[in-house]
């Protein structure tokens, strides 16, 4: 490969795939669009069909989970927003109008959880329905929705890690990416000559494993013991997996005073809390069957 970019270039020269092009955009009727939107857009779509199979295999009424959808989506994007701008107000308190600019990214997953689980809990406590099983179901459209969502930061050219050399390491052109997010191991590493910077496809990594995480969850749903369950597994095998990808991140949300990552260290508090929360409610349930 040469060591020249194109500026739209994307690169994985290990496992010989070279990419020419990729927009971040595309123009219809003279309209700019985004593929960050169009991905996470078909993101929610997809994840609204699974809900919806899922929720007929069940046995519920579908219409319950279309009616709740576009509640949760609306405030979910809302609670995405609002969280990353939080955690990273030095970038925009100098802008206050780039705040309302999602096309070019900046919206964190766990703020968007965060603002649909409270959007359901109020849903479901109007409608007299089980906040639990409700939960239950959403979570595999969720997760899925993730594995999807991910790729809207492949094409923004985001949400990636330090310099890397393995197997999955990605090429980005320098201009392509936030000057900010550049670091001093990534300058070291970069050839003589060259207009790009290698890093982990930290997106990709966690893409694939919200990919396992869904196929556990639907092979242990006939194997659920109890409402909640399914929630409890996917707070506990996404948190996991995002303690790991997170620490990999060069764009962290830095939690204000502490230095620490805060989505680091809210994916640690679930896994703790649901693996605590499956124990004691098991144990209830076994003394229960004891009478």
């Given at each position: 490969?040469?060591?020249?970019?194109?500026?739209?270039?994307?690169?994985?020269?290990?496992?010989?795939?070279?990419l020419e092009n990729?927009?971040?955009?595309?123009?219809?009727?003279?309209?700019?669009?985004?593929?960050?939107?169009?991905?996470?857009?078909?993101?929610?779509?997809?994840?609204?069909?699974?809900?919806?199979?899922?929720?007929?295999?069940?046995?519920?009424?579908?219409?319950?989970?279309?009616?709740?959808?576009?509640?949760?989506?609306?405030?979910?994007?809302?609670?995405?927003?609002?969280?990353?701008?939080?955690?990273?107000?030095?970038?925009?308190?100098?802008?206050?109008?780039?705040?309302?600019?999602?096309?070019?990214?900046?919206?964190?997953?766990?703020?968007?959880?965060?603002?649909?689980?409270?959007?359901?809990?109020?849903?479901?406590?109007?409608?007299?329905?089980?906040?639990?099983?409700?939960?239950?179901?959403?979570?595999?459209?969720?997760?899925?929705?993730?594995?999807?969502?991910?790729?809207?930061?492949?094409?923004?050219?985001?949400?990636?890690?330090?310099?890397?050399d393995n197997l999955?390491?990605?090429?980005?052109?320098?201009?392509?990416?936030?000057?900010?997010?550049?670091?001093?191991?990534?300058?070291?590493?970069?050839?003589?000559?060259?207009?790009?910077?290698?890093?982990?496809?930290?997106?990709?990594?966690?893409?694939?494993?919200?990919?396992?995480?869904?196929?556990?969850?639907?092979?242990?749903?006939?194997?659920?013991?109890?409402?909640?369950?399914?929630?409890?597994?996917?707070?506990?095998?996404?948190?996991?997996?995002?303690?790991?990808?997170?620490?990999?991140?060069?764009?962290?949300?830095?939690?204000?005073?502490?230095?620490?990552?805060?989505?680091?260290?809210?994916?640690?508090?679930?896994?703790?809390?649901?693996?605590?929360?499956?124990?004691?409610?098991?144990?209830?349930l076994k003394k229960?069957?004891?009478?």
């Amino acid at each position: 490969m040469p060591d020249i970019m194109g500026k739209m270039d994307i690169a994985f020269p290990h496992l010989g795939i070279y990419l020419e092009n990729v927009p971040k955009n595309f123009t219809v009727f003279g309209f700019t669009v985004a593929m960050y939107g169009v991905i996470i857009g078909l993101g929610f779509l997809v994840a609204l069909l699974i809900i919806s199979r899922v929720a007929k295999w069940t046995g519920q009424s579908q219409d319950d989970y279309w009616d709740v959808a576009i509640y949760i989506i609306i405030f979910s994007i809302l609670g995405a927003r609002a969280y990353y701008v939080f955690f990273a107000w030095d970038y925009y308190k100098d802008d206050l109008l780039s705040v309302f600019n999602i096309r070019n990214g900046g919206l964190a997953i766990y703020g968007g959880v965060i603002a649909g689980f409270l959007t359901l809990f109020i849903y479901t406590r109007i409608r007299k329905k089980s906040f639990l099983l409700f939960g239950d179901t959403i979570m595999y459209g969720l997760v899925f929705g993730q594995v999807m969502g991910r790729w809207g930061n492949f094409t923004n050219r985001e949400a990636f890690g330090e310099y890397t050399d393995n197997l999955f390491a990605m090429r980005l052109p320098v201009e392509a990416v936030r000057a900010g997010e550049i670091t001093e191991l990534m300058k070291a590493n970069m050839v003589e000559g060259a207009n790009y910077i290698q890093v982990s496809p930290t997106f990709l990594y966690e893409s694939m494993w919200n990919l396992c995480l869904f196929v556990i969850m639907l092979l242990y749903c006939k194997h659920k013991k109890f409402d909640g369950e399914i929630v409890l597994l996917y707070l506990g095998g996404y948190g996991l997996g995002r303690a790991w990808i997170e620490n990999l991140r060069t764009d962290q949300l830095i939690m204000h005073t502490t230095g620490l990552p805060v989505s680091q260290m809210l994916a640690i508090c679930l896994v703790i809390f649901a693996v605590v929360t499956d124990i004691v409610v098991r144990m209830k349930l076994k003394k229960k069957a004891e009478g």
